[in-house]
């Protein structure tokens, strides 16, 4: 289970103050740590994230504010308060200078000092949300949660409930616009770390060069241009989920490091020679055949077996049609301007059956949204629909009457709104009466 606690350093070199802090700071929303050295200190901040370090300014294994610079330099992410001696009030403006974000002086006010505890880790928490905000998940292209009653979908629906409990990586297998990042969404949001964001990266937008900087960070200096020492992907996603989608265009060079971090929940920065634990879910998607990648040494092999523990595989839309009808009513009751509902015709709903949509549901979605830019008074007809995509209907040999189409959305839609015949209607744009008619019709009553 995810501690909700966050975590404070006390480090100083007298025990009492240590026993002091630790008694008064600690509370429900804060677990406080101690440290007797800057050595021992050290060690603590390999083994875990800090929000927060209160440091003495004097320390027996290190000069002046050294140790400040140290941290600040190492762990841009983390703030520090410095506790200082009633001597040292010009070494603590200094270290203000340096980074540190406040100076309790002693004897200490507790009171203040829990003040300026929860002041640095708001600091903390609001400029780490930026940073997740950056990565997490923004506009989707394609629906939000799964949509569909057909068997494929039922059986990637049970793979998601039995998987998203666990900690196994999981690799999502489908053609580009299939839905790949649903079901990531969907794996999260069933799982234990749901109450933090996804973390999402597409690896195709990876400079090569900058690659492993940016999935694991580094520390100032390590290389041209490195000028501040800068958090990667990896703690960003602690006690959440990485979603790593196309993983199949991670450079080759970058590979061998993720594996060690999805086998020893370890990883070092760039330039840095400790190792820092994390708490990471790893979700992977790929287009791409990685059995054929490896094989033309394209892939590490030993990664390939190890994020291929659980597969999802999703079909084209094309091999699932029956799905369409649910989907179409999704992207129109969700990309519907509020209070300006739109509804499909037959004669385009036949077009919609008949075309095999090669870009998937990411094709889907886009033309049912310039359709309704197209649509008359919130009425989508063939008019409004890509010509290409009539053009194909047109010369398919499929033969789907209307009575057919009709009877099958009908029955979806009330699917959808799990029998709500009111709801139905409105999606539908007819009235009850009307609704019930057709019912009775097609025999749905059921």
């Known amino acids: 289970m995810k501690n909700d606690k966050y975590p404070v350093l006390v480090v100083d070199d007298e025990e009492p103050i240590r026993r002091l802090l630790k008694k008064e700071l600690d509370s429900p929303e804060r677990e406080i740590f101690t440290a007797a050295s800057a050595q021992h200190a ?139 990042d649903v079901v990531a969404h969907a794996i999260h949001d069933r799982s234990t770390r749901s109450g933090n964001p996804i973390i999402i990266k597409n690896c195709a937008s990876l400079q090569k060069e900058l690659a492993r900087s940016e999935l694991f960070g580094h520390v100032k200096g390590s290389f041209t241009g490195a000028t501040e020492s800068q958090e990667g992907l990896m703690a960003y996603a602690h006690e959440s989920t990485l979603f790593l989608d196309e993983i199949g265009e991670l450079p080759l060079e970058v590979q061998a490091s993720l594996l060690r971090v999805l086998e020893t929940q370890t990883y070092r920065r760039v330039g840095e020679k400790d190792e820092r634990r994390v708490d990471i879910r790893f979700l992977f998607a790929t287009n791409r055949n990685l059995a054929e990648e490896v094989e033309a040494g394209r892939f590490h092999e030993a990664l390939y077996h190890r994020i291929n523990v659980f597969n999802i595989s999703i079909p084209d839309l094309s091999e699932r049609k029956e799905d369409l009808p649910l989907l179409v009513d999704y992207f129109l009751a969700t990309l519907s301007p509020e209070g300006q509902p739109h509804r499909i015709v037959d004669s385009a709903m036949k077009c919609i059956m008949r075309y095999d949509w090669p870009g998937n549901i990411r094709e889907l979605r886009n033309v049912i949204e310039r359709s309704m830019i197209l649509a008359e008074n919130g009425i989508i007809t063939a008019n409004a629909l890509p010509r290409e995509l009539v053009m194909a209907s047109e010369n398919s040999e499929d033969d789907i009457s209307l009575d057919s189409i009709e009877k099958k959305h009908i029955l979806r839609m009330l699917d959808f709104f799990e029998g709500n015949r009111r709801k139905t209607a409105e999606a539908l744009g007819i009235s009850r009466k009307t609704l019930y008619r057709k019912i009775n019709r097609y025999g749905l009553e059921s």
């Open 42 to 180: 050290r060690e603590m901040l390999r083994q875990r994230l800090y929000d927060v370090v209160v440091l003495d300014l004097r320390l027996p294994d290190t000069e002046n504010l050294d140790f400040l610079i140290e941290v600040r330099e190492s762990l841009p992410n983390t703030e520090v308060v410095m506790i200082t001696g009633q001597g040292d009030i010009d070494s603590a403006v200094e270290a203000m200078k340096l980074g540190a974000c406040d100076f309790i002086p002693k004897p200490f006010n507790l009171d203040r000092i829990d003040l300026v505890v929860e002041k640095a880790h708001q600091r903390v928490r609001l400029a780490r949300e930026n940073q997740i905000l950056k990565h997490s998940s923004g506009k989707e292209s394609s629906p939000t949660k799964l949509v569909g009653k057909s068997k494929a979908i039922k059986n990637i629906q049970f793979l998601i409930d039995k998987v998203a409990p666990t900690n196994v990586p999981v690799l999502i297998t489908g053609e580009s616009g299939a839905g790949k």
